[in-house]
């Protein structure tokens, strides 16, 4: 199957593809590869039911639990989901035809930082020529994904750093005014009354 980027744009916007959703819960999936290989084998035969009929699909799997996990086998000829499907025409020119390819993604809040992963599951070739095959590289993916979301912990919140400021006590400096002394006036000595003056007077015999 092959699709030009503005038929798969106009078919994902209006949504005209084949859509299903299953919903399991995780105590009846969790380490049981006989339940897990029955939905993947359901998921898979779906998938390749549309391809043979040129159309695209979106086949889920909701597992519900304290951590609730999607699986989604998508074809498209990106590693893309359906709801990114507006970044497609960024990677391709329009005009051409593309192969169809399908992928497997999961979404869980207990998955990775992102809360999603997408990976190649198999071409149109491979899923045409081993289809059981393909069930059991669905069945693999999804037991390593439900160990993943069972052991995964959450990242604690870094702690915010607090910023201590320097306290900087500003000492005012009071300006001391020394008042200088003034010389003391020299008193110029009075001239004493009776002082004979330096001219003697002569006194008469």
């Keep these: 199957m092959k699709i030009n980027l503005d038929d798969l744009t106009q078919k994902i916007e209006q949504q005209d593809y084949l859509q299903d959703l299953?919903?399991?819960k995780y105590a009846d999936l969790n380490k049981s590869k006989a339940r897990v290989k029955e939905q993947a084998s359901k998921m898979v035969r779906e998938a390749a039911t549309a391809i043979k009929h040129n159309s695209l699909s979106h086949i889920a799997l909701e597992v519900t639990?304290?951590?609730p996990i999607v699986f989604a086998l998508e074809n498209n000829i990106i590693n893309l989901p359906y709801s990114n499907y507006k970044k497609v025409a960024n990677f391709f020119e329009?005009?051409?035809?593309?192969?169809?390819?399908?992928y497997f993604e999961t979404q869980s809040d207990y998955l990775n930082a992102s809360g999603f992963r997408i990976d190649q599951l198999a071409t149109e070739e491979e899923l045409a020529a081993d289809e059981d095959k393909v069930i059991a590289n669905l069945t693999t993916a999804i037991m390593a994904k439900l160990k993943e979301v069972r052991e995964y912990q959450k990242p604690e919140p870094a702690a915010k750093k607090t910023v201590t400021k320097k306290s900087t006590t500003k000492t005012k400096k009071t300006a001391t005014r020394t008042s200088k002394a003034k010389p003391a006036a020299t008193k110029k000595p009075a001239t004493k009354a009776g002082k004979v003056s330096a001219k003697a007077t002569k006194s008469s015999k």
């Design 22 to 24: 299953a919903t399991i």
């Design 65 to 67: 639990g304290q951590r």
């Design 94 to 102: 329009a005009g051409k035809d593309y192969p169809v390819l399908l």
